[in-house]
């Protein structure tokens, strides 16, 4: 029995852990201006087409998926020797591959619209699209507690730092403009309203595990402190305990997320030096916040779980009257897990980015581009570092090759490409393609790919000596 719990809480822990993972790089999309989906990285940057206009369903969709701690691969991966030719599952070499705190990420976009309109030198675009963001933490304790067993802490407490989540899916509606300030200097700005759906926000998380001295019972002390805003009611009694979800009084306002209000800003800026072939650029992207106001609770859970086994008794003997001693425990194990909820308004910030970049001309069709990415998860900064090689012929071809290190990997190359025929314009962009490639043992994939449309084009004078604009 021991070594069965031991290997479904590793594989519970795996598939937590393993699937829902991510973070955000966007750093070789920044270097694709001739895509209208740079301006998502920098408003300041604006493409050379007159009009664009995203497909509802067929327009741009990200989505990534990072860890700091594991592949896939750690666990399941072919065996040697006599085993050489089968897969086999390797929980030390797991367990050992695990952070003191492992951090996932996880990241959805889908626009559903889009529009830019080129007027005199100002560039206009409108766009609505879908947010999901998943930020998870767990500790090191917690899944040696599955994978040691509570054998080696007789007559002890445990204690471990529980599991960390924070989730939130919204729709955004954003309009932003780019214009020149001068010759030199160009500047970009948008406004965002959002509209919150669901949002799971851990305050607190902590589990104690105490073990008899003789081994045969376990306590487990859970303390729990989350904020949730969800599409539907909870039912609560006079108690504050959760009775039931009410899923079937959701409406269209629940859904579309303009009961939970929020705003947000973009701002970015370019500045061209050294005879036009070096452009320094800057931006700050997502600073802005939702209010969570509807179905908004205060969840808590303060509790304990006594553990003494399961009493087959009434098997063995063949009552009839008896309940099955499994649910019998199961009951009891979600009455112990029962949480508070209190009605409680909140507020979020949305995940803050900041690019500094630069690129310089080399050729004509050449230029070369360094850029420092932070982004702000849970109020902590995460670095990513950038240098790549991009190029474009007219507006039907852009190229870029990236390297970027960043959540402490470095084997993170990236690879965008956009095509153009007649109106229609298809880009692909990944800052990780040996990820996409060899998924059994990525740490970190993302990818953007997608439609437009696009209408005239504005013409640039270049130098044919020095390539610059």
């Not at 519970?12 to 991510?22: D, E, K, Q, R, T």
């Not at 766009?127 to 054998?151: A, C, P, Q, W």
């Not at 009694?237 to 979800?245: F, G, M, W």
């Amino acid at each position: 029995m021991k070594i069965k719990i031991r290997y479904i809480g590793i594989l519970i822990a795996m598939l937590c852990l393993g699937n829902v993972s991510a973070q955000d790089f966007n750093s070789t999309m920044y270097f694709m201006k001739n895509t209208y989906q740079s301006r998502f990285t920098n408003p300041a940057f604006s493409p050379d087409a007159k009009v664009y206009f995203e497909f509802p369903a067929l327009s741009s969709t990200y989505i990534s998926y990072s860890n700091n701690s594991f592949s896939k691969n750690t666990l399941i991966h072919m065996g040697t020797g006599l085993k050489a030719d089968s897969l086999v599952i390797d929980i030390p070499n797991f367990f050992n591959s695990i952070k003191d705190v492992s951090v996932m990420n996880q990241s959805m976009e889908l626009n559903l619209f889009g529009l830019g309109v080129r007027s005199g030198d100002m560039f206009f675009s409108l766009r609505f699209s879908t947010h999901e963001r998943l930020s998870m933490e767990i500790g090191k304790d917690l899944v040696g507690f599955f994978y040691y067993g509570n054998s080696r802490y007789k007559g002890e407490t445990l204690t471990t730092t529980g599991l960390d989540i924070d989730n939130q899916i919204y729709n955004q509606l954003a309009l932003d403009f780019s214009m020149p300030y001068d010759d030199k200097l160009t500047i970009g700005a948008g406004i965002k309203v959002l509209m919150g759906v669901m949002n799971v926000n851990t305050k607190t998380s902590q589990v104690d595990f105490y073990t008899s001295n003789t081994g045969d019972s376990l306590n487990i002390q859970t303390t729990q402190l989350m904020q949730v805003s969800l599409p539907f009611e909870l039912e609560i009694d006079s108690e504050n305990n959760i009775e039931d979800l009410l899923t079937d009084d959701i409406d269209v306002g629940n859904i579309i997320g303009t009961k939970n209000m929020g705003f947000g800003i973009d701002l970015g800026a370019t500045y061209k030096m050294l005879d036009d072939k070096l452009l320094l650029s800057a931006s700050i992207i997502d600073l802005g916040y939702i209010k969570w106001k509807n179905n908004a609770y205060l969840l808590e859970h303060n509790g304990e779980i006594a553990f003494n086994g399961i009493d087959f008794s009434s098997e063995i003997t063949g009552s009839d009257n008896a309940k099955d001693p499994i649910e019998e425990w199961t009951d009891s194990i979600i009455d112990d897990m029962k949480m508070v909820a209190l009605n409680q308004k909140y507020s979020t910030m949305l995940p803050t980015k900041i690019y500094l970049g630069g690129t310089y001309q080399l050729h004509k069709y050449l230029n070369v581009g360094f850029l420092m990415r932070t982004i702000f998860i849970n109020q902590k900064p995460k670095m990513g570092y950038t240098l790549s090689a991009n190029t474009s012929v007219g507006n039907w071809l852009g190229f870029s090759a990236a390297y970027t290190i960043g959540n402490k990997t470095f084997n993170n190359i990236g690879l965008g490409l956009s095509l153009k025929g007649g109106p229609l314009q298809f880009h692909i962009v990944t800052d990780n393609i040996l990820g996409i490639t060899s998924l059994h043992t990525a740490k970190n994939i993302n990818l953007r790919f997608g439609l437009n449309l696009q209408f005239g084009r504005v013409k640039k004078k270049v130098d044919e000596e020095t390539g610059s604009i």
